[in-house]
């Protein structure tokens, strides 16, 4: 494969969940995927090549240790291995297909590598596979101090679990499933789920940490309803240009993966964030997200 051809091929993949973007939080770690029409730029950000690049690497590198014997053949386990089955595990142009619906080759879920009972649940399958992925950490005091943090110019209502941003910059963090908080859900200004209202036209950043042990979670703003599907990305697609970080893998001893989206509030309406792994936003995984035209 040519080199430019695979810095391509991670750089779209940076952004979000399965690559190593440079948002104004904290840059993605190498476990999300390029949210749907968003194209590489044809000048990116110093470093951005490199860090992609490591994303790929890791990639090959990782799919090569599980699964070395076989992978190293053609068929669909040497596609696996390719630029194609690259972007089908991370998302790189667009959804990744095993959020679509698709299904993991039966190679890949035997109980010998993930161990019994992860092929129900692709979150714990993902949360494994990318548990050693490059990227920023944080801490577990981190993390817990993100998950209660209240948010610059943020309005909170503690009964009625909201938050009301009046300002044209919004930037907030999102804690997936932390310790003390019910599980499957996302801790954010010390609440967990609550609906969040932007104006229309804000600059929104929302930092995502995976403090889950043992499963991948993501964050995706969605038109859709998603949050009643048990396959969201099949019912609804992300509201906004950058709206979506789709996966981070399980923490580890060097700390929890943490990545930012980052996106334009462009039109107002009725929205709802979740996570996007299936079966999670169904599980509880979900809240509202509004943007309205209010002054």
Request: charged share 10%; proline share 7%.
């Amino acid at each position: 494969m040519m080199r430019r051809q695979i810095k391509t091929l991670a750089m779209t993949a940076a952004v979000a969940a399965a690559g190593l973007g440079t948002a104004a939080v904290i840059t993605a770690c190498g476990t999300s995927g390029q949210t749907s029409g968003t194209a590489a730029s044809a000048s990116p950000p110093a470093g951005t090549q490199a860090r992609a690049q490591d994303a790929y690497s890791y990639y090959r590198s990782m799919m090569g240790r599980y699964f070395a014997g076989s992978m190293m053949g053609g068929g669909a386990r040497g596609w696996m291995m390719s630029p194609a089955g690259y972007r089908w595990m991370t998302g790189a142009n667009g959804v990744p297909g095993w959020m679509r619906g698709g299904h993991f080759p039966a190679f890949m879920m035997g109980s010998g590598m993930m161990g019994t009972g992860t092929s129900a649940d692709p979150g714990k399958f993902m949360g494994r596979l990318w548990a050693n992925a490059p990227g920023p950490r944080v801490t577990p005091a981190q993390a817990a101090e993100a998950g209660n943090q209240i948010p610059p110019g943020a309005h909170i209502n503690q009964a009625a679990r909201t938050i009301t941003f009046t300002t044209g910059s919004v930037h907030l963090a999102a804690v997936a499933s932390p310790a003390g908080s019910p599980d499957e859900t996302f801790r954010i200004a010390g609440m967990v789920n609550p609906k969040i209202t932007v104006p229309a036209g804000a600059q929104v950043s929302i930092q995502v940490v995976n403090a889950d042990p043992d499963t991948a979670h993501g964050l995706v703003v969605t038109s859709g309803l998603g949050q009643s599907s048990w396959m969201p990305m099949m019912t609804s697609r992300p509201a906004f240009t950058g709206a979506a970080l789709w996966f981070l893998g399980n923490p580890t001893a060097a700390g929890m993966h943490a990545g930012t989206l980052a996106f334009a509030a462009a039109t107002s309406g009725t929205y709802h964030y979740l996570c996007p792994v299936p079966g999670h936003a169904q599980k509880g995984m979900a809240g509202l997200f509004t943007v309205s035209n209010a002054s």
